[in-house]
């Protein structure tokens, strides 16, 4: 059995060196001194928990100089099938510092081990996620950080602001980022591992969300991702719709809810099955609001339609300032329909409502479809 503990009890019992969490596992989770005669230790162990669901094998380091790079100097490890890692920071780093939290990053490969619940699934795309850890000098026993997809987007959020580096607007905004995605604000803070429980509805909504957070591609890929989106946002609020990320938790949690009603013995890997389910069929909607049925799509619609679909908008920004199809989007802004006056833009010249002026939809669809920057990004029948 895993234990979970609150930051109360972890702290009154944070003298116990308290083992195994998990089924025939264990590991000493934390670091304590509490013999006036014993000699001060010269670093603090910080424990580490990564969890989508927990993520075998993540790299995990952190970064003391806040390059965004692994650098020899810095504490690194490796994620057990907990999540768990324990890295070792020096006390007179952290006296340097004064307030100023760690920045930690976890980056974990295509393919690597994600448990949910006790069952073991694969993830299906790289993924890099972070956490700003605000460790006191002294080290509070008992406690260990999590760093998640609601700590991630918390970072990327809050960088550059004064919230980033204050203990509480940290806390605070990580907690209602989370509900904004349909996790529990109750079992998003530090020393509560979400993934111990799957018949506690606090649990099972964050550990979905988190889930539906990563497999909706809402994290980073790449470290350097991660930093481009940090500087990005920093000193401006941003502003994330994660409604659809919400519903999709919603629905994933109740069918599963329902599920474990028919099912006593109803376990992580059904819970599995449910998410892909549910994901899948979202992503076939998607797909087949843009499919026709006819041979010879009607592809000044097919285009109409992924222009105005919010999903696209970065897509067509992107595009339009892309040297290889400025001539494509010249046609577009140009164009005109019959019996509309002609546009008196210069780039446009006067350009005439009939047919020859008319952009090449299917051209540009097929381009954009098969070029190798975009496809990814790019659903198509």
């Known amino acids: 059995m895993k234990f979970k503990f609150s ?12 083992a195994a969490i998990g089924c025939g596992g264990g590991h000493d989770h934390h670091h304590h001194h509490d013999d006036p005669d014993e000699p001060e230790e010269d670093t603090v ?38 999540g768990m890692t324990h890295l070792s920071v020096w006390k ?50 008992g406690v260990w950080y999590i760093i998640s ?3 991630t987007l918390t970072d990327i959020e809050l960088s550059g602001t004064a919230d980033f580096d204050d203990f509480y607007s940290y806390r605070s905004r990580l907690a209602e980022l989370a509900a904004d995605a349909g996790a529990s604000e109750k079992t998003v803070y530090d020393s509560d591992d979400y993934n111990v429980s799957l018949r506690n509805e606090d649990d099972l909504k964050t550990e979905v969300a988190g889930e539906v957070l990563a497999r909706k591609g809402k994290l980073p890929t790449t470290i350097s991702e991660l930093k481009e989106r940090m500087n990005a946002s920093s000193g401006e609020s941003q502003d994330y719709d994660l409604s659809d990320c919400r519903e999709l938790t919603e629905e994933i949690v109740s069918k599963a809810q329902d599920d474990m009603k028919d099912n006593d013995k109803y376990s992580g890997k059904e819970l ?35 222009k105005d679909d919010p999903d696209y908008e ?8 892309d040297p290889d199809y400025n001539e494509l989007f010249r046609q577009l802004r140009c164009s005109v ?45």
Request: include cysteine; glycine fraction near 4%.
């Open 7 to 18: 930051k109360s009890a972890a702290l009154v019992f944070g003298a116990l060196a308290f």
């Open 45 to 82: 162990l910080i424990d580490l928990q990564v969890i989508d669901g927990y993520l075998k094998d993540a790299m995990v380091f952190i970064d003391l100089n806040r390059n965004f790079e692994w650098d020899t100097n810095e504490p690194r490890g490796y994620a057990d099938s907990y």
């Open 92 to 141: 007179d780093d952290l006296r340097s510092r004064g307030d100023t939290p760690l920045q930690v990053i976890a980056r974990s490969s295509s393919g690597s081990s994600n448990y949910i619940y006790g069952e073991k699934d694969t993830t299906e795309r790289d993924m890099v996620m972070s956490r700003n850890i605000f460790v006191n000098r002294d080290m509070n026993d």
């Open 149 to 151: 997809p609601f700590s």
């Open 272 to 306: 599995i099955d449910t998410i892909k389910s549910v994901l899948n069929k979202k992503d076939d909607e998607d797909t087949a609001s843009y499919e026709f049925s006819e041979p010879g799509a009607d592809y000044e619609e097919l285009f109409e339609q992924l």
């Open 314 to 321: 970065d897509l067509f920004k992107e595009l339009k300032d």
């Open 337 to 381: 329909k019959p019996n509309e006056k002609p546009k008196t833009d210069p780039e446009c010249k006067n350009t005439a409502a009939d047919d020859k002026d008319r952009p090449d939809y299917e051209k540009i669809i097929e381009k954009v479809k098969d070029d190798p920057d975009y496809n990814d990004l790019f659903r198509h029948p």
